[in-house]
């Protein structure tokens, strides 16, 4: 029996503009006496990657459009997190009753163009996305490769809503150095039917199994995935997006 | 450090209408030396509990109205698949392309109403999905309390597309035991913001984790999770369900 297991990576501390991820990781795990072995992946919340990359705006350095101002008087919404969003938009997908569902510059599609308030500073600063999360995730998965010797996968991800469904899961918005996808189609199941539409998004599937070993208010920014059988390839979180023009839904 | 761990179940062989899941499940475990323990939750692929409940209807039996064989012929798709999808379903979501989103008369919206002929036999049948799948957990997680004297919670799940995004996640369709939402709305992060908003749909996310685990062609349709300390309740499967005056997408 060789289980899947999520192991939750603590004792960060607060990570700032221009801090190495990869040495507080690694200084982390030494502290938990944890190691990373060939065969483990990373699934990284955004927000120490956003830190880490600066993007981090005191509200009071914003200055808010008279379009988000008149949509935040309508809704009781602070008009600076509004102006934000619509700044790191390219597009508004749907906006009613108060919910802002945008598409990002990177085309992710989610509330509020994944602008946040929670676990920076209090509600005085929000975090943006990164700029390239799949570049950030390269990024950190070279660096790692440099110091260990090893390949690990990373996964960057946040926590995004669904239509027709209600609550958060952890999705993955940045990925290098596994496939995110499992494909079945054209194989032939243990019946003898071929598969025509499985293709499982595996990269979202561990961002979720992430959030729950690692929920928001743990302080653990990072957890260790063991024991999943990823297939080592370019993979990038691009390549989950929908693109627009097949796309049911926007 | 305590891991959240997922462990496939084996050995379950095929499932007939009648058959006793608890029973069969029980069976399996001790053919792999495990034992369910306190804290412990199962995660069941909707397939085998629609196949106990003879949710299987051979295609040969299947009379494909006007509108299906239309449908079909427009697309190149089985009639007899297009048939049981419209019959299964309460209302069309979406049809495009070939791909037919429909919300099921339990309120779940998915393509073709959850209609599949995977993992049956060999494409001449197809499986539906089960009746009502909370009650279908919540009868399963009775008979193992009873037989085992512990609370296990059950989740069932399928594999849904997700708009905006492609691939397939596994997700929760039935639900009994546990809490299905983690709710941090009005707690404080460490730095004294207070969350409005997040609300975390881990039965889906565990039902996620099931999916890495147990993929679709592994044989093990039941995942136990070890580890996850979930709020023990009433959930079901239906309160994930986003009501459709409250949603933005259909």
């Given at each position: 029996m060789r289980a899947l297991?999520?192991?939750?990576?603590?004792?960060?501390?607060?990570?700032?503009?221009?801090?190495?991820?990869?040495?507080?990781?690694?200084?982390?795990?030494?502290?938990?006496r944890?190691?990373?072995?060939?065969?483990?992946?990373?699934?990284?919340?955004?927000?120490?990657?956003?830190?880490?990359?600066?993007?981090?705006?005191?509200?009071?350095?914003?200055?808010?459009?008279?379009?988000?101002?008149?949509?935040?008087?309508?809704?009781?919404?602070?008009?600076?997190?509004?102006?934000?969003?619509?700044?790191?938009?390219?597009?508004?997908?749907?906006?009613?009753?108060?919910?802002?569902?945008?598409?990002?510059?990177?085309?992710l599609v989610c509330a509020n163009s994944g602008v946040d308030l929670s676990n920076v500073d209090g509600g005085r600063s929000a975090v943006l996305l990164p700029k390239n999360p799949d570049r950030s995730a390269a990024a950190l998965h070279r660096t790692l490769r440099r110091k260990l010797g090893i390949p690990i996968p990373v996964i960057i991800s946040d926590s995004f809503g669904r239509p027709w469904r209600e609550g958060l899961c952890e999705t993955a918005i940045g990925v290098a150095g596994l496939k995110v996808f499992r494909d079945f189609r054209g194989r032939r199941d243990p019946y003898g039917y071929k598969l025509r539409v499985t293709r499982e998004a595996v990269a979202d599937e561990l961002a979720s199994m992430a959030g729950l070993a690692c929920p928001k208010l743990s302080r653990s920014p990072v957890c260790i995935i063991r024991g999943f059988p990823f297939a080592p390839g370019r993979g990038r979180a691009r390549d989950l997006l929908r693109q627009k023009r097949l796309d049911l839904f926007r």
């Amino acid at each position: 029996m060789r289980a899947l297991a999520a192991i939750p990576v603590r004792s960060f501390g607060e990570i700032r503009p221009g801090d190495s991820l990869a040495d507080r990781l690694l200084s982390a795990l030494r502290k938990q006496r944890l190691r990373l072995r060939r065969g483990d992946l990373l699934v990284v919340t955004h927000k120490i990657v956003s830190k880490s990359e600066g993007r981090i705006v005191p509200l009071a350095k914003v200055k808010p459009s008279v379009a988000a101002r008149r949509r935040a008087r309508r809704y009781g919404h602070d008009p600076r997190v509004v102006e934000l969003a619509l700044a790191e938009s390219r597009r508004i997908v749907r906006q009613r009753r108060g919910v802002l569902i945008t598409e990002t510059r990177h085309g992710l599609v989610c509330a509020n163009s994944g602008v946040d308030l929670s676990n920076v500073d209090g509600g005085r600063s929000a975090v943006l996305l990164p700029k390239n999360p799949d570049r950030s995730a390269a990024a950190l998965h070279r660096t790692l490769r440099r110091k260990l010797g090893i390949p690990i996968p990373v996964i960057i991800s946040d926590s995004f809503g669904r239509p027709w469904r209600e609550g958060l899961c952890e999705t993955a918005i940045g990925v290098a150095g596994l496939k995110v996808f499992r494909d079945f189609r054209g194989r032939r199941d243990p019946y003898g039917y071929k598969l025509r539409v499985t293709r499982e998004a595996v990269a979202d599937e561990l961002a979720s199994m992430a959030g729950l070993a690692c929920p928001k208010l743990s302080r653990s920014p990072v957890c260790i995935i063991r024991g999943f059988p990823f297939a080592p390839g370019r993979g990038r979180a691009r390549d989950l997006l929908r693109q627009k023009r097949l796309d049911l839904f926007r």
